[in-house]
Nanobody
């Protein structure tokens, strides 16, 4: 069992930056690929980015490529999402998720989810 807790969300103006964190309990954090998803009001949850167990491989959605950066610190059981050049369309609840198999890009590929953190980007 893995419990995930996101933090770092908030209100920021367009063009600004935020850094999200996702802390995991348990001693098996380094076994999991970790991802960020987001869900805007009235929309389905969508994939943002995934990082493999040791941080060597990442995959970004086209909508955030070049603006967002995922990283992880296995010693701290934490994954981060640095978000730069934020746009109003980035407004959503951001969720971190853990997968024991591969690097999925769909909601169904993940075994554990956090409760989410709200990111609001004003124009």
């Amino acid at each position: 069992q893995v419990q995930l807790v996101e933090s770092g969300g908030g209100l920021v103006q367009a063009g600004g930056s935020l850094r999200l964190s996702c802390a995991a309990n348990g001693r098996t954090f380094s076994s999991y690929a970790m991802a960020w998803f987001r869900q805007a009001p009235g929309k389905e949850r969508e994939f943002v980015v995934v990082i493999n167990w040791n941080g060597a491989n990442t995959y970004y959605a086209d909508s955030v490529k070049g603006r967002f950066t995922i990283s992880r610190d296995n010693a701290k059981n934490t994954v981060y999402l640095q978000m730069n050049s934020l746009k109003p369309e980035d407004t959503a609840v951001y969720y971190c998720a853990a997968s024991i198999v591969g690097m999925p890009r769909s909601v169904g590929g993940y075994d554990y989810w956090g409760q989410g953190t709200q990111v609001t980007v004003s124009s």
